[in-house]
C-alpha cells in the first residue's frame, strides 16, 4: 500500500480512478471492464456485444461532407467555440425538433464529444464538497469527473426491469447541497426513457434547491416509442439547464467526438472557460459534416431510430430464447439481461466465461454503479445491439447454447 493511501489521502488521478471504481488497494489503476471484454473478445474471436459502437457507417452524405472538407483545406484550428456553420446547425436542430430557440453565437459550444461537455461543465461548477445527484447505474464517466472535481456522489437508484425512480429516493437524494442533477435521457445503460412526472420533478427540484440540471441527450434521435422530449424544453427549466448532445450516436461516427453545449450565455461562458483548456478545439472537418447531417431530412432520423428498434427486438428475443430474462429498451445502443434464470448469480463472472460458453461479449452492469452496490445489479448484463442483423442473429443462435447447456 502507498503511503499516500495509507494516510487516507488521494492524489488527483487516484481519486479520479477511485470514483470510477478503478483504482485497487495498492494504488494502481486498474483496466476498465470496457477494455477488458473488447481484448477479450480480441482474443477469442468473440463477437463483440460489449461496447457501444455500430459496425456500420453513417449517412454517406455526411462521409462525404468531411472528405469535401478536408479537400477544400479545413484542417487547422477552428473557432473556440465551434465553427459557426455547426453552431447555426445546432441552434436550427433545436427549433425544428424540440421548438427550443437558442442564440448560435453565445448559447451553443461545439465540444470534442459529449464527455469533454461533461468534463468541462462539472469542473466549471463543482467545488469541493458540492453534490452531484445522478441516476445510477449510470454511465461511468459521471463518476470518475464528479471525484476528480472534488464533488460528492449522489446516486437515486433504477430498478430493473422497469428503471423507474422512487420520487421519494428522488427528493431526499437532492438537497440544498446539491449543485448539479446529471439526467441521462435516453439512458446509458438501461434504454430507458425519462416519464414526464419524473420530468416535472427534477424541474421542481432543481428551482427549489437551486441547482443546475445537465443533460446528456446523446441518444435523443434513437428512441423508438416516440419523440425525445429534453428536460430544457419543460416550463421553468431553460434558465437552469446544460443540454449536452453529440453527432455520434446519431450519424454513426462515434469516433469523430463531435459533441456540443446548449445553455444560456453565462453558463456556457463558464463552461467554455474550462472547455479551452481541455482540447481547445477538434475535429475542424467534421464540424461542417455534423453540420450536414443535423440538416438531413427528418425521415433520415426516424428511419435510423426504426433500424436501431428492430435491432434491438432481434437481440431482446434472441437473450430471451437463450433463458435470460430482459428488460425490453425504449431508446439507445444497449439492453439489459438478467443471467439468473440460467443458474448465473455473478454477472461478473459469466461475462468473463461468455467467450468460452457461447462466444459472446457483454458488460456486467456492475460496471456502472458503485461499489457498494454491485450486489443490487449481480446478475444483470448489458449486451450491445449497435450491430449488423446478421451479427445480431449470429449472436443470439451462439447464445442458445447456454439455455441448452
Known amino acids: ?157 433504477l430498478r430493473f426491469p422497469e428503471w423507474r425512480p422512487d420520487h421519494d429516493e428522488l427528493r431526499a437524494a437532492v438537497t440544498d447541497r446539491t449543485r448539479l442533477i446529471i439526467v441521462n435521457d435516453p439512458h446509458n445503460p438501461t434504454g430507458a426513457v425519462l416519464d414526464d412526472a419524473t420530468a416535472e420533478l427534477l424541474v421542481e427540484l432543481a428551482e427549489r434547491h437551486d441547482a443546475l440540471l445537465v443533460t446528456d441527450e446523446v441518444y435523443e434521435h434513437l428512441r423508438f416509442d416516440g419523440p425525445h422530449r429534453p428536460i430544457a424544453g419543460r416550463p421553468g427549466a431553460g434558465s437552469r439547464t446544460i443540454s449536452i448532445s453529440s453527432g455520434g450516436k446519431t450519424f454513426s461516427t462515434t469516433g469523430w467526438k463531435i459533441g456540443w453545449v446548449t445553455a444560456r450565455p453565462e453558463l456556457v461562458t463558464a463552461v467554455l472557460a474550462v472547455k479551452q483548456y481541455l482540447s481547445y478545439v477538434n475535429g475542424a472537418p467534421f464540424q461542417p459534416a455534423i453540420a450536414t447531417g443535423l440538416d438531413l431530412p427528418d425521415a433520415v432520423f426516424t428511419a435510423a431510430a426504426a433500424s436501431l428498434g428492430r435491432r434491438a427486438e432481434l437481440l431482446s428475443a434472441g437473450l430471451e430464447a437463450a433463458g435470460f430474462v430482459v428488460s425490453r429498451p425504449r431508446a439507445g445502443y444497449f439492453v439489459v439481461a438478467d443471467a439468473g434464470p440460467l443458474g448465473f448469480d455473478d454477472a461478473e463472472e459469466l461475462c468473463r466465461r461468455l467467450p468460452e460458453l457461447a462466444g459472446v461479449v457483454g458488460i456486467p452492469v456492475s460496471a456502472f454503479v458503485r461499489p457498494e452496490h454491485r450486489h443490487e445489479v449481480a446478475r444483470l448484463v448489458r449486451f450491445a445491439f449497435c450491430k449488423r442483423e446478421d451479427v445480431l442473429r449470429e449472436a443470439s443462435a451462439r447464445l442458445a447454447a447456454l439455455g441448452a447447456a
Open 1 to 157: 500500500m502507498t503511503d499516500s493511501l495509507a494516510q487516507g489521502h488521494l492524489s488527483p488521478w487516484q481519486r479520479t480512478a477511485a470514483g470510477a471504481g478503478l483504482l485497487g488497494a495498492d494504488g494502481r489503476i486498474a483496466a476498465t471492464v470496457f477494455a477488458e471484454m473488447s481484448a477479450l473478445a480480441q482474443r477469442t474471436g468473440a463477437i463483440n456485444l460489449g461496447q457501444g459502437f455500430p459496425d456500420e457507417d453513417g449517412p454517406a452524405v455526411v462521409l462525404e461532407a468531411a472528405i469535401d472538407a478536408i479537400r477544400s483545406g479545413m484542417n487547422q484550428y477552428p473557432p473556440g467555440t465551434g465553427m459557426p456553420v455547426l453552431r447555426e446547425a445546432i441552434a436550427r436542430h433545436q427549433r425544428h425538433w424540440y421548438g427550443i430557440e437558442v442564440d448560435p453565437e453565445q448559447e451553443v459550444l461545439v465540444t470534442a464529444g459529449a464527455t469533454e461537455a461533461l468534463a468541462a461543465t462539472v469542473l466549471a461548477f463543482v467545488e469541493p464538497g458540492d453534490e452531484v445527484v445522478t441516476f445510477e447505474p449510470y454511465y461511468d464517466a459521471y463518476a470518475a469527473l464528479i471525484a476528480r472535481a472534488g464533488g460528492v456522489h449522489r446516486t437515486v437508484p
